[in-house]
Structures are given as C-alpha cells and as structure tokens.
C-alpha cells in the first residue's frame, strides 16, 4: 500500500473523466482508524444490519486490500467495533469503509489501519449470516466493482477501475 498519492492530485488528472472509471465518494465518511491514508484493491460485502460478512471477510488475509461494505447506510447498527478492527489490522487489510456505523470508537483509533463510516452506533449487529460477498456495491449513490481501486486521504476518497500509482 502507496501512501504517495493525494486525491486531489487524482481528481485534476481525471474531472473531465466521462468513461465511470474515476469516481468521487460523497464526503459523508469519517475517520475512524489511526490511518487517515490507505489505498488498496477493493473487495466488497452488502450486507444490512447483519455484520457477518464483514467479519468473514476481515478473518482472512487482506494482502493490503481494501474492504467496501454497503450497509445500506443503516445508521441503526454497529457493522464493524473493536475486534473486527483488530482482525484488519492483524491479517494487513489497509483500510474498510463502511456505508454505515462503527462502535468501539476509542479502540478503533489506536488501529493502524484506515476505517472510514458514517457515525458510531453503539449498538451491534445481529448475526444473520445474510448478505453477499465480491458484488458490486452501491455506496453513497456511487458503484464500486471488486477488484477496483480506493484511495482515501484527508482529503476525501476515489475508486479507479484501474491502479494509480
């Protein structure tokens, strides 16, 4: 994972983009983790109010990936807390980005690891086993294909069909 890059560098190179190859993520995320910086391929999870994907996923090696959970934007639930965050940071996700809540937010801060959501909501998921995996996801009224590419900094967060750098 390349922390050599800045979004905004990225969005003069391609505002005049009209192929959907570079897209530009509404600036409704905030930081969670201690990385304000991350970039990685993409591998996705839907999944609503049922947090069980997610945390198959973060179970596995992340190989610098970055997980893109479209959770409905439900502010109703906790998709990720402490232990899910611990579990990116040990198997080398470089980042998660949620279309909805995460809770444990002081544990989530000393993560070396880049979480972006909506809002913190203390309140867990239930465990459904409900939702897929490596689809494309609808996050904020932007696709994100599996396999694409997310760089996020302080600046704000872009998805290329392509790598960047």
Known sequence: M?????????CDAHKNDVTGA???LPPAFRDYGA????????FTVQ??????????ALDTEGKGRVL????????????????????????GWAGVVIDGC????AELAELRVGIRALAAMPLPTEKRGQGQSNVAVHIQNIWVLPGEWLYADEDGMVVSAKALI
């Open 35 to 42: 990385l304000r910086k991350f970039s990685g391929p993409v």
């Open 68 to 91: 893109v959970v479209d959770g409905g934007a439900s502010l109703r639930r906790a998709l990720l807390g402490g232990n899910l965050g611990a579990a990116a940071y040990a198997n």
């Open 47 to 56: 999944c609503f109010e049922d947090n069980s994907l997610v945390k198959a």
């Open 102 to 105: 995460v809770r444990d937010v």
């Open 2 to 10: 390349s922390t050599d890059f800045s979004t905004c560098d990225f």
């Open 22 to 24: 570079f897209r530009v």
